[in-house]
């Protein structure tokens, strides 16, 4: 029999039971209830708690994430705390109500019904799930490696409103255990498939008076694909500007379907930047072609997605043209997966 034990968060009246061997963060999203947190591998810090009662086991808590001075004064990582008994817990950070919907953490199968090459070892996968699941737009799953129970992390590229049919981006990563592994191995259509989400606070969901920026690189496009489509379908933002940035022609894809969407959208504004090659396109590094376009960004919000070097480039940028670092949401890429989401200090 599973051993469980009762675990509250300060504030809240009801104990939930989590299982001895399932993260604190894990039966608190299963519950539908909501805490801050991120990368869900112990790398970004976000879900840092305070344990007020009880004792937990760390498991593979990282110490460049949770030092051992933190351990000391009670801090865990909730999502790689196991509780060892009955736990009270606070955490660290204000939970942000942002308004977002809170969708319940699940597992989920399905069946692969498109896996396609779209750019430089770069696959679209698209699952077809047998039940629904329901997300914010820019949020994202974790792919099950078979037979393995671990997971990899890949945002949605669909919008909320298709919600049996998902699509990802993966980037091949040399030696990549779930890429070169499996999907761009062994992994075929008609294959059936795991994965449990949704996970992550990056979303543009809420209706805001001034424009966005989304501002992604390679397959950090995908959670921008999402926000994007949700938001157009439903008029959130006033203007919308989507940059692409990739090294040469072949790194970017989808450049059709956006300027078919830019040409039904008046308020939708596309941008495709290569790095490397000249084109009849912008051509740079795509946060210096952002600054180029905007003189100010104050009062606008941006989301950015990609690999850590853009995303510290941009922030940089966009707080160089007045954009208030509480409007700048970011969605970082380790080589396995997307990590930290915050908006920027
Ligand atoms: S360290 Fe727990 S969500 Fe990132």
Request: hydrophobic letters at 40%; proline letters at 6%.
């Amino acid at each position: 029999m599973t051993t469980t034990h009762r675990v509250r968060i300060q504030g809240s009246d009801t104990p939930l039971e989590v299982a001895a061997d399932q993260s604190v963060l894990d039966a608190v999203l299963r519950a539908g209830e909501w805490l801050p947190h991120s990368c869900t591998q112990g790398t970004c810090g976000t879900c840092k708690l305070r344990v007020l009662d009880g004792e937990v086991a760390h498991n593979d808590s990282p110490d460049y994430t949770l030092t051992p001075a933190e351990r000391c004064a009670g801090l865990v990582l909730g999502c790689m705390a196991t509780p060892c008994s009955d736990l009270v817990v606070e955490p660290l950070g204000a939970a942000v109500d942002d308004g977002a919907p809170r969708h319940p953490l699940r597992d989920h199968d399905g069946t692969v019904v498109v896996l396609d090459d779209i750019a430089t070892d770069t696959r679209r996968l698209v699952v077809e799930l047998d039940e629904p699941m329901s997300f914010n737009a820019g949020q994202y799953a974790e792919l099950v490696i078979p037979g393995t129970g671990v997971g990899r992390q890949y945002s949605m590229a669909n919008p909320p409103s298709e919600s049996k049919l998902l699509e990802f981006h993966v980037k091949r990563t040399v030696g990549g255990r779930a890429t070169e592994g499996w999907i761009f191995g062994s992994l075929a259509v008609g294959e059936r498939i795991e994965l449990r989400g949704p996970l992550g606070q990056f979303h543009l969901v809420r209706e805001q008076a001034e424009p966005a920026i989304l501002i992604g690189g390679g397959t950090g496009l995908a959670p921008l694909k999402s926000i994007a489509r949700h938001v157009l379908d439903h008029g959130l933002v006033p203007e919308l500007y989507l940059y692409h940035g990739g090294r040469r022609r072949d790194d970017l894809y989808d450049v059709e379907f956006f300027r078919e969407l830019e040409a039904g959208y008046d308020t939708f504004h596309y941008r495709p930047v290569l790095s490397e090659e000249q084109w009849d396109g912008a051509t740079g590094m795509v946060t210096d072609v952002v600054v180029e376009d905007f003189r100010s960004c104050k009062g606008l919000s941006a989301y950015l997605c990609g690999p850590p070097a853009m995303i510290e480039a941009g922030v940089r940028a966009l707080k160089r043209r007045r954009m208030a670092p509480r409007l700048i949401f970011r969605e970082e890429f380790t080589v396995a997966a997307p990590v930290a989401t915050t908006a920027a200090s």
